[in-house]
């Protein structure tokens, strides 16, 4: 009797481990969070920008759900929440983050009572129908950094560069912008 009992907890033990070591394997494979580019199937993009000479390319974004022309010179690395666009003379950053705010003029508002920043620049402008806004900002660390604050439907977009040479590569990526729900 003892021995059917033991029996028992041995194989229900195992059906335990069985069941999660499928389930680990099952649900612990990574999301494709890197996604390679894909040509857009919908929409053709045209590059906005003609300060710029190099030619483009499209990146689809899925994980943050847009798309953009980005020069030929840049390699791009996703991780979740953020891409990074660069070449040899720097980096292109876009983030995206969820708000609460219901327009761009409100979230901008809180953004700047908490952070000390100086802004030495700044513009007003609609990116493909969407609020956006153009930054040139001075930190009080002495860093000088060039923003676009795109607001999509709750969520924030921003493309920022610190490295002055890209600025017209930075206005080509942002201009470009196409939100794909």
Excluded at 114 to 122: D, F, G, L
Aim: glycine share 4%; net charge neutral.
């Amino acid at each position: 009797m003892k021995q059917q009992g033991n029996v028992l907890i041995i194989l229900s033990i195992l059906v335990v481990l069985s069941l999660g070591v499928i389930f680990y394997y099952v649900y612990s494979k990574p999301e494709n969070i890197a996604t390679p580019y894909q040509e857009p199937s919908i929409i053709k993009i045209q590059p906005t920008s003609t300060n710029s000479v190099d030619q483009t390319k499209p990146y689809q974004s899925m994980p943050m759900k847009f798309n953009v022309e980005l020069p030929v010179k840049f390699q791009a690395v996703e991780k979740p929440g953020r891409i990074t666009f660069s070449n040899t003379e720097g980096n292109i950053i876009i983030d995206r983050n969820g708000t609460n705010f219901i327009s761009l003029k409100d979230y901008l508002v809180d953004l700047d009572s908490r952070n000390k920043v100086q802004i030495s620049e700044e513009t007003q402008l609609t990116i493909n129908q969407y609020s956006a806004t153009n930054r040139l900002i001075k930190y009080q660390s002495g860093e000088i950094q060039k923003i676009y604050i795109i607001f999509v439907s709750g969520f924030i977009y921003n493309f920022q560069t610190d490295s002055q040479s890209l600025y017209d590569d930075l206005d080509q990526i942002a201009k470009s912008f196409r939100y794909i729900p």
